[in-house]
């Protein structure tokens, strides 16, 4: 295809977005949310390199900003409470210390990108989207519109796998490109999406509501299995497992102890869980169990080990400079001399092409110093807490349970965070800011409730 019949093809879609973001600012989002899982990167529609893009989301999503900035600073548009929000205040504070370890970067011209997408990403995903969240509705076509864009990807997926093998494991930690780099990335966008499809399954009246949430969540459950991502099954076990403890609603006080009690059983216990997992053997296999299983294997699984090698990169680069880091995204550029020979593997690389510290928390700590890994951790557990407190405040109603199921969502992520980092990618950012933003507008619809109550009572006193 030459340029000039590329741009015939690009005007009327520029057009049509920019028509549609004078229109509809909402209808420009949940559109943006559908084609966030079939974004594709600008370097392989092009087979160029240098600046890249996901294309068409990332565009879009910079003209979000513009319009997020002139409601901001304009039009005053957004309500003051989530201005005010503890998480809004979290997320700007994260978003100025990007501006200030950029400035101080290795790489400033990679860190300011970062800082670029890290904008447009919280502008639309997270201060749009709390704000429209303010409707409950809008909080199902959220999660609808990012789930139709996967079904395509799964649909895509399954196909190429089924003629491959519905077995073959390697062909399936591919067969999700060009839409998504890998089987890990893949495997944590379902497990995202599926805690709140469960629950429209379960909750939403009526044959429709019911039969295309039950639709897409046999799909996404073949596809996760299919998928192979050892992390993404991990992190759905975990948050299922503390989705089920939170739906008793077990006491705060009693829930605050026990999660203190489970931390200091496993700080306590890091050296026999190390020993354990260096003494396991068992490789990644075809069968299932076997496969799990693996994800504890340090000892001869080569990707386990990868991982391994990349974090202690991760914390020597932390320790030589610990307050301000190397600079936002310059990690896969920098790390390569910090890799000791000992603990290369079979697939390590020193040219900065095979992904960054396989860990959110860490790739903070080396980027952007220990302020960074600290901000990130709180915006991490201020969503949780903030979510943990709107499901125990509601009502057991299909609000309620979707909130539930969003913080379940949100804990697969804060999980699988420990093992992989994807928030570089709109395919994921558009459901961790969006999950916040649900969270947040519940939480201020929750208050504005109650403030109303109150106020009723005392009228009536």
């Known amino acids: 295809m030459t340029g000039s019949e590329l741009l015939i093809l690009i005007i009327p879609a520029v057009l049509a977005v920019l028509l549609l973001a004078l229109l509809s600012l909402k209808h420009l989002l949940l559109l943006t949310l559908f084609l966030a899982p079939l974004s594709l990167q600008l370097s392989w529609l092009t087979g160029g390199t240098g600046i890249d893009l996901s294309i068409p989301t990332e565009p879009i999503m910079a003209l979000v ?12 548009e957004f309500p003051e409470g989530l201005l005010r929000h503890p998480m809004t205040w979290l997320i700007g504070i994260y978003l100025l210390w990007t501006l200030i370890t950029a400035v101080t970067s290795t790489m400033p011209g990679v860190s300011f990108k970062t800082l670029a997408y890290r904008l447009w990403f919280t502008a639309g995903f997270y201060l749009v989207a709390a704000r429209l969240a303010y409707h409950e509705k809008f909080r199902w076509r959220y999660i609808i519109a990012y789930a139709a864009g996967l079904a395509v990807v799964v649909i895509y997926f399954i196909v190429r796998v089924q003629g491959a093998g519905l077995l073959n494991q390697q062909f399936a930690h591919s067969a999700c490109y060009p839409f998504f780099k890998d089987h890990t990335s893949f495997g944590a966008s379902m497990a995202f999406i599926i805690p709140p499809l469960a629950v429209m399954l379960f909750t939403r009246g009526g044959l429709w509501h019911r039969s295309l949430p039950a639709a897409l969540l046999l799909l996404f459950l073949a596809g996760f299995i299919l998928s192979y991502s050892r992390a993404a099954w991990v992190s759905l076990i975990a948050a299922s497992a503390l989705g089920m403890i939170l739906w ?7 829930l605050a102890v026990s999660a203190a009690v489970f931390s200091v059983i496993i700080v306590l216990s890091a050296g026999w869980i190390w020993q354990r997992m260096d003494s396991t053997t068992e490789d990644s296999s075809t069968d299932l169990g076997q496969h799990l299983r693996s994800s504890s294997n340090i000892s001869t699984d080569q ?31 920098k790390y390569a001399p910090f890799q000791k020979a000992s603990e290369r593997t079979s697939i390590s690389t020193d040219f900065g092409d095979a992904g960054n510290a396989h860990s959110e928390y860490l790739g903070a700590l080396s980027e952007s110093g220990w302020p960074g890994a600290l901000i990130f951790i709180a915006i991490t557990l201020g969503s949780v807490i903030t979510g943990i407190k709107v499901w125990y405040r509601g009502k057991r109603d299909p609000a309620g349970y979707m909130i539930l199921a969003v913080v379940t969502g ?45 106020a009723v009572n005392q009228g009536d006193s």
Not at 422 to 430: E, G, N, Q, T
Not at 434 to 447: H, N, P, Q, S, T
């Open 410 to 454: 949100l804990v697969t992520y804060a999980v699988h965070g420990v093992m992989n980092s994807f928030l570089d990618s709109d395919k994921i950012a558009a459901l961790w800011w969006g999950f916040i933003a649900i969270i947040v507008a519940a939480d201020l619809e929750g208050r504005r409730d109650s403030e109303k109550s109150n």
């Open 248 to 254: 008793i609603r077990m006491p705060v006080r009693l």
């Open 303 to 333: 990707s386990n080990l990868e991982r391994i090698n990349r974090w202690k990169c991760a914390l020597r680069m932390f320790a030589e400079k610990p307050h301000s880091g190397w600079g936002p995204g310059t990690y896969q550029f």
């Open 65 to 76: 900003l513009l319009i997020t900035v002139f409601k901001l600073t304009v039009t005053r």
